[in-house]
């Protein structure tokens, strides 16, 4: 099964930051890698798909970039509505697994 | 708007089945691959099952394999997910979501919660 590995796991920042979340798979996976941002209590949101392609609707203060083995999730501006977890996945191939999450946290 | 909206969760004994569905409307249900990916209280997303739009590729965790089964009703817009021998480690919010292009999560219902206790 490919690993992910997300870093940090929490980070702390303020409005108006621009933040980098990695995202590192165990094994290449092309672009094969999706985004997500879950609040609490409520389900997750599709962000970015395919590394870099922004899932109708998000704001393109998001961006994707990377391939292979290592991806970046890059908020250019903190919002407030943006503190939240966010996971990555990778879509190559069966068993679909998760990155264990980075919670970014008001500063 | 695409809805999703999971049902059938609860607190069951270890040892015990449960079957969850979920009720798709706002699009063509049928046309699209479906999953459960789920979420023990505290800790992070895991995929455990997938179904395709005739149903003829199945695929689950290794953790759910041979104790979960995962269906589908295209003329009811409905997914199933009949979970047996169900244990502790089982306990989690569990979701329905569809897939993208690819074995990506596009959208998602808001999730049931199961609780495997004695």
């Known amino acids: 099964d490919i690993q992910m590995t997300q870093s940090p796991s929490t980070l702390s920042a303020s409005v108006g930051d621009r933040v980098t979340i990695t995202c590192r798979a165990s094994?290449?996976?092309?672009?094969?890698l999706a985004w997500y941002q879950q609040k609490p209590g409520k389900a997750p949101k599709l962000l970015m798909y395919k590394a870099s392609s922004l899932e109708s609707g998000v704001p393109s203060r998001f961006s994707g970039s990377g391939s292979g083995t290592e991806f970046t999730l890059t908020i250019s501006s903190l919002q407030p509505d943006d503190f939240a977890t966010y996971y990555c996945?990778?879509?190559?191939?069966?068993?679909?697994?998760f990155g264990q999450g980075t919670t970014v946290e008001i500063k | 708007e695409v809805q999703l909206v999971e049902s059938g969760g609860g607190l069951v004994q270890p040892g015990g089945s449960l079957r969850l569905s979920c009720a798709a409307s706002g699009f063509t249900f049928s046309t699209y691959s479906v999953n459960w990916v789920r979420q023990a209280p505290g800790k992070g997303l895991e995929w455990i099952s997938y179904?395709?739009?005739?149903?003829?590729?199945?695929y689950y965790a290794d953790s759910v394999k041979g104790r979960f089964t995962i269906s589908r009703d295209n003329a009811k817009n409905s997914l199933y997910l009949q979970m047996n021998s169900l244990r502790d480690e089982d306990t989690a919010v569990y979701y329905c979501a569809t897939c993208g292009t690819s074995v990506y999560f596009q959208h998602w219902g808001q999730g049931t919660l199961v609780t495997v206790s004695s």
């Open positions: 179904i395709s739009t005739n149903r003829n590729i199945i």
């Open positions: 996945q990778h879509h190559n191939t069966y068993p679909w697994t």
């Open positions: 094994q290449s996976i092309s672009s094969w």
